[in-house]
């Protein structure tokens, strides 16, 4: 009760809005050890929007909240240890606190894994991406069916199968992944690896344009919605 009141205290959903409330509800309930109050208001510090950002209270609340077994608390935190975009990056916290949250099936934690064993070269593992790109699109997560649709038309690292990366990408459009669109548009167009893998990269570097842009324009936050 006393999470869900600060909470709301905090949003100003149900209630008026009033950031001390909301604050003096999640301590009291923290004390009480609740993981999700832990959750709410390490999450907040850390976006910066509705309390001041501080980084150092939104690691340590989130992190109490992780070692309760807080899933949600446990993907945030692994997301910020992997991106290192508002935290130092830390690749082995990073895939011990996201792999806990995939255990429990949260799909993003299971795409998240997934990339980190294709991306990150001190991780690489493709039969471990593979597996957790799987799990993530069994679950309907659009960015991991781009994924593998993508591995398997390109042969990054796996045998290229035609077949099986059309079907994915297919899977990922009907999904709305605009990338995996435009993708097989492009195979449809021109037939050709070279020139698709060509407007693939153009795409990665317009939306990797759109994305700075956003962060200059927006509030900058620990971690995605």
């Known amino acids: 009760a006393l999470a869900l009141l600060g909470r709301e205290y905090l949003k100003g959903t149900r209630l008026p809005k009033d950031t001390e409330k909301a604050v003096a509800y999640l301590q009291?309930?923290?004390?009480?050890?609740?993981?999700?109050a832990a959750y709410i208001l390490g999450k907040a510090y850390g976006d910066g929007v509705d309390l001041p950002l501080d980084l150092f209270q939104a690691e340590t609340l989130l992190q109490q909240s992780a070692d309760r077994g807080f899933e949600p608390a446990e993907y945030v935190l692994g997301r910020a240890y992997a991106t290192g975009?508002?935290?130092?990056?830390?690749?082995?916290?990073?895939v011990e606190l996201l792999t806990r949250a995939a255990e429990k099936e949260n799909s993003f934690a299971q795409y998240?894994?997934?990339?980190?064993?294709?991306?990150?070269?001190?991780?690489?593992?493709?039969?471990?991406?593979?597996h957790w790109l799987e799990q993530a699109a069994g679950k309907d997560n659009a960015y991991a069916w781009y994924a593998l649709g993508s591995l398997y038309y390109f042969g990054d690292g796996v045998q290229k199968n035609e077949k099986r990366a059309l079907t994915y990408l297919g899977r990922a459009a009907e999904l709305g992944n605009v990338y995996a669109g435009q993708l097989l548009e492009s195979i449809r167009q021109h037939r050709n690896a070279a020139v698709a893998?060509?407007?693939l990269r153009l795409l990665r570097s317009v939306g990797r344009l759109f994305e700075n842009k956003l962060r200059l324009d927006q509030p900058e936050q620990l971690v995605e919605h």
């Open 85 to 94: 975009e508002r935290l130092p990056k830390n690749l082995s916290r990073a």
């Open 112 to 130: 998240r894994l997934g990339k980190l064993f294709l991306k990150e070269p001190d991780l690489y593992d493709v039969g471990r991406a593979i």
């Open 197 to 199: 893998l060509g407007a």
């Open 28 to 36: 009291r309930a923290i004390r009480k050890k609740s993981p999700y």
